[in-house]
């Protein structure tokens, strides 16, 4: 894991031997410990910010506290079930100011959990999604509400901007 450490994700994979044109898809999820019996569950992108339950022992697991390293699938099924705000963080590990911005981001996903939801693009992993939010220079900040583009903001800022702008009484600004 590089810089901040963001949460790896996890598909399914299709097998040896299966067609390559129109490769199995499982939907996102990420496998998360249960804070109480530590069993591995695999949470779903529309129970990322709700109280699911260990599918062992019940214990509630919690909304997820950090960034998502996402790919383009992934991304298209968070924003598609997401019911909160969704700050994009693109990104790139050549990028001074995106390894700078990276702490922030992070505490402001821990922060806002279950409120917010804080996904990381590599923009030279995932260069179909920066070109699909013409992301031309990054650090560059996407803010989702509802699937649609609030507001966006190219450069570093601080955390407080931020959280200001997933805030629902915020300016888009
Ligand atoms: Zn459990």
Not at 28 to 51: D, E, W, Y
Not at 65 to 74: C, L
Not at 95 to 115: D, K, N, T, W
Request: aromatic share 6%; proline share 10%; with cysteine.
């Amino acid at each position: 894991m590089k810089g901040c450490g963001p949460v790896a994700f996890r598909r399914n994979f299709v097998s040896p031997g299966a067609p390559v044109v129109h490769p199995l898809y499982m939907a996102f999820s990420l496998i998360r410990a249960c804070p109480a019996c530590q069993s591995k569950n695999r949470v779903g992108a529309a129970h990322l910010t709700s109280s699911a339950r260990c599918g062992k022992c019940k214990a509630p697991i919690g909304p997820v506290r950090e960034p998502i390293d996402v790919d383009t699938p992934a991304f298209d099924d968070i924003v598609g079930a997401a019911k909160v705000p969704i700050l994009v963080d693109f990104w790139a590990a050549w990028c001074g100011p995106c390894r700078a911005a990276a702490p922030q981001v992070h505490a402001l996903a821990e922060e806002m959990a279950g409120r917010a939801i804080v996904l990381k693009v590599d923009t030279e992993a995932h260069p179909d999604l920066a070109n699909r939010f013409n992301v031309q220079a990054i650090p560059n900040f996407v803010v989702l509400k509802g699937g649609r583009i609030a507001s966006q903001h190219p450069g570093l800022a601080p955390r407080d901007q931020m959280r200001r702008w997933l805030e629902p009484t915020s300016a888009p600004h």
